[in-house]
């Protein structure tokens, strides 16, 4: 797209660029740590998970270009459901859409192929 950015948000507002793959698609990568909690559950944290336990989230999230001040053309919600810690690295895949809570593709966060 001309004249927008496109990226993983991370919470101070700023966009991180994705690779594209051979296949078209972009490939996001970040870091999550899990933390166990006292009640047994865990809380996932770092700069780029969003929302509290039970409902975090990951933010693909486009603008027009002009940094953090720049209002949002549309916020898409990644679910970390499933993520808690066990797998050193999960991976998934989602459907760009024009904003809100995007289902995850396939078999949700799952292991790379080959790992």
Known sequence: MHGVVFGLQDKSGSLQDGAEQPDGS???DGEITAVNLANGGIS??????????????????????????APWAFRLKVPLEGVDGTAPVLEARVRATGGGTVPLLGGGWTPPAGR
């Open 26 to 28: 972009l490939r996001f």
């Open 44 to 69: 996932l944290r770092g700069p780029i998970v969003h929302g509290r336990p039970g409902g975090f989230f990951l933010y693909l999230s486009s603008r027009s270009p002009g940094g953090s001040a």
